[in-house]
């Protein structure tokens, strides 16, 4: 299982010095942390402190202000345009809306990567679509529209669709927003099962706290007051052990502002 | 007893007591606590207000309201408040109001900016606006270069969708408002040109005013208003709910996958609705000639012919190009270019349509201008 600590971890991305901001407003600052391959990795704060932001720098779609992001040995961000978009295709975004394409059904939302990139047939393809809808607990919908079915449901087809070109990095935006906490937990456990099935190194953007102790086995965390990284870590173990009284603010609810006494 | 009542009672030198009566809520007369400051504490010797609210027959947040506003006051002034006689819920719902203080750095009063300094600001961002504009066209071009190359991708159905959209979708439409315009210049006409015992030329009046200006700006205009909003509010939409983040992820180019086929699907249908447009418009004004008039259907038909070079049609032809173009582009440049919110989206949608309408009408003249210095 992708929660459980491997004994050989290789990095995947690393962050290192970045500077992310708007215009002349910066938003973090010195950002340095690093996702390992297999980890699901939670990307971790308050309202308002750039998650998404740092999100939409790792997958390609907003430059960082200063510093570099690595895929692997790659300087994500120094490579040409082509070379990065090449990249993009290696991964699986989940939006925060679901974002699913709105005037296409699910089957075709999911087929049109498959379509773009695979060069399989019509019929290879339509049996994918039938499997990734599947996988995700929507068979039998392919000939939906997004507006027909519920905020949930869009999310899992958006899972579906992030899943299609079989990424090596799956991206989560607040996959839980919105969701009841039935739903949320049954998203939970499909990321999990993702993580471990396709072996894809899983990044969430989340604050909420039941998901994170549940399916997140590293994380970083935004620190608004500092603007920048808080803590990195095991979120259990930042439980226990961290010395920022923000980041134990942040994961008790505000109920506490220190850790909890090391054990002997 | 349905009103707010408020009376006054001294209870030691210094302090005065409310005493609140009746019901407080909202809609009722609430009175105000800035003009009761005024009349009955201010300047006073008053330094404690004290509440009794035994008489209160019931409360909403307007006494809230009204006591919050009087300690505000009060407390300008330096004098006390003791919210201890007010109702419990009272209390805790002033304490609320109380416990974080105004944010001062949160003030988004804007420095008003003198005539000069506004007419600044309007000037770069004309030159921002147009900067983007050209940034668009080149875009646009870059893809139809990829497009020209095989390598743009984008779906056929979609084409397909749009060319139907504004196609024969718009064919309603367009036929009532070309009849209508046809008529319209055919009537005016007559009642000028019967003066001089001329009707006869309401079909060349009517005939190359359609052809060369009316036929392709109304339906360049009906286009804007009808397709040139449809692109912006559908892309709007794409862009606030990160559908256009989720093309891009994906390696796929927006420009290729959305603004390519919209435009290009307007410029191939622009000219065909045109000529539609054209014949419909001629139709009208033969309506009122051969109808109203006196002239004979055969008659009409040939001083039409007679009247109407290639020329002219083809002038109105190649500007319904320009239109589709100008249409197709603004609805796009503005979908793309719209904020996160569904207010943007309303924006974007009435600048395509005003910025598609005044394209049309400065390329107009423009073409005016041309084919008379060209004498064509």
């Known amino acids: 299982m992708g929660t459980t600590d491997t004994n050989q971890k290789t990095p995947h991305i690393k962050i290192r010095d970045m500077t992310m901001a708007y215009g002349s407003f910066v938003l973090m600052r010195n950002l340095t942390f690093t996702v390992n391959r297999g980890d699901v990795f939670a990307i971790m704060g308050g309202s308002g402190c750039g998650k998404s932001t740092l999100m939409r720098i790792l997958i390609g779609l907003k430059s960082p202000a200063a510093g570099s992001v690595y895929y692997r040995e790659t300087n994500f961000w120094e490579i040409r345009e082509s070379q990065r978009e090449k990249m993009m295709k290696g991964f699986g975004v989940l939006y925060q809306s679901g974002a699913l394409w709105s005037s296409m059904t699910l089957a075709e939302n999911i087929a049109l990567p498959l379509e773009l990139y695979t060069g399989l047939g019509k019929n290879d393809i339509s049996e994918l679509v039938a499997l990734k809808l599947a996988m995700v607990g929507l068979a039998g919908f392919e000939g939906y529209y997004p507006s027909e079915i519920s905020g949930g449901m869009r999310k899992r087809a958006g899972i579906a669709r992030a899943m299609a070109l079989d990424p090596e990095v799956l991206f989560f935006d607040e996959p839980s927003a919105g969701l009841d906490p039935v739903s949320a937990k049954m998203l939970d456990d499909l990321i999990l099962e993702l993580n471990a099935g396709i072996g894809a190194t899983v990044v969430i953007v989340t604050h909420e706290l039941p998901s994170i102790f549940a399916i997140a086995n590293n994380s970083v965390f935004l620190d608004n007051q500092i603007r920048t990284a808080g803590a990195t870590g095991n979120p259990q173990q930042l439980l226990t052990r961290s010395e920022n009284p923000a980041v134990i603010r942040f994961l008790t609810r505000g109920e506490k502002t220190a850790g909890e006494p090391k054990e002997p | ?376």
Not at chain 2, 149 to 155: E, P, Y
Request: proline share 3%; with cysteine; hydrophobic share 50%.
């Open chain 2, 1 to 376: 007893m349905p009103k707010p009542q408020l009376d006054t009672r001294r209870t030691a030198e210094d302090s005065l007591q409310f005493i609140l009566a009746g019901k407080w809520k909202t809609g009722l007369p609430i009175p105000s606590a800035v003009a009761i400051f005024g009349s009955r504490i201010e300047g006073s010797r008053i330094r404690k207000i004290s509440f009794d609210s035994r008489e209160l027959a019931a409360w909403d947040t307007s006494l809230v309201g009204f006591v919050h506003q009087l300690s505000s006051q009060c407390a300008f002034a330096g004098i006390e408040v003791v919210p201890g006689g007010l109702p419990g819920g009272a209390r805790r719902l002033l304490k609320l109001a109380a416990a974080v203080p105004p944010a001062t750095d949160a003030d988004k009063t804007v420095a008003k900016l003198s005539f000069l300094d506004r007419i600044g600001e309007a000037g770069l961002a004309a030159y921002r606006a147009t900067l983007h504009t050209l940034e668009f066209i080149g875009e646009l071009a870059l893809s139809f270069q990829r497009l020209l190359r095989g390598k743009a991708r984008f779906r056929k159905a979609d084409i397909l969708e749009v060319i139907q959209a504004c196609g024969w979708q718009a064919l309603p439409i367009v036929s009532l408002i070309s009849i209508l315009v046809g008529l319209i210049l055919a009537f005016v006409g007559a009642v000028q040109l019967s003066l001089f015992g001329a009707e006869i030329y309401i079909a060349d009046l009517v005939g190359i005013g359609i052809a060369r200006e009316m036929g392709a700006i109304m339906t360049g205009i009906i286009m804007a208003g009808r397709t040139g909003a449809a692109f912006a509010a559908n892309i709007g939409t794409m862009q606030v709910n990160e559908e256009v983040d989720a093309l891009q992820t994906l390696g796929v180019s927006p420009m290729d996958f959305l603004v390519l086929p919209r435009v290009l699907a307007l410029v191939v249908m622009m000219p065909l609705l045109t000529v539609y447009s054209d014949l419909l418009g001629i139709l009208g004004g033969l309506i009122v000639g051969v109808g109203a008039m006196d002239i004979s259907l055969i008659q009409y038909l040939e001083q039409t012919r007679n009247a109407l070079t290639l020329t002219h049609f083809s002038v109105g032809l190649v500007k319904s190009v320009f239109f589709g173009l100008i249409v197709g582009l603004a609805g796009c440049m503005q979908g793309m270019r719209c904020g996160r919110s569904a207010a943007a989206v309303g924006q974007a949608t009435t600048s395509a349509v005003v910025i598609a309408i005044v394209g049309i009408v400065v390329t107009d003249g423009l073409f005016a201008v041309l084919t008379n210095a060209l004498g064509v």
